[in-house]
């Protein structure tokens, strides 16, 4: 069992370093998994400053493509920093996971690119007005 959730993390998100996969449920419509990231502390945004003070914590539920025809269900666990810079006006921040979500993103990275066909619009874009 100890050996099962790295290949998961490997299956699940290869290309997405610093995540660990703390759960999975199967059922027959969908997968449903509990992700965290294993970074020690993440960069101010506004700033660059370094920190690995934590404010608090919550989850996100961003939306991630199909595997094997089941819908995919992220429960992921992110947690606000403090800035510990005076002179930034950012006084907490919460970290992204490179690869995997974006500021105010609802979808995955993944799923974000696989949608970026030839033609079509992307993610959260208005399609084009000229189209129709």
């Known amino acids: ?9 490997g299956l699940l998100f290869p290309s997405v370093a610093g995540v660990a996969v703390l759960s999975v449920d199967v ?27 934590v404010h608090s914590s919550y989850l996100r539920f961003p939306v991630d493509g199909p595997v094997r025809g089941r819908r995919v269900r ?25 690869g995997l979500t974006r500021r105010h993103g609802r979808w995955t990275e993944r799923l974000r690119t696989a949608w970026r066909w030839p033609g079509g619009p992307a993610p959260g874009q208005p399609e084009c007005s000229g189209c129709r």
């Open 1 to 9: 069992m100890d050996d099962l959730m790295p290949r998961l993390e």
């Open 27 to 53: 059922d027959v419509e969908s997968v449903n998994v509990g992700v965290k990231s294993t970074a020690a502390g993440h960069s101010c945004p506004e700033c660059g400053g370094w920190s690995t003070r």
């Open 74 to 98: 992220l429960s992921l666990r992110v947690r606000r920093f403090v800035c510990g810079k005076p002179s930034c006006g950012r006084r907490t921040f919460v970290e992204q996971i490179e």
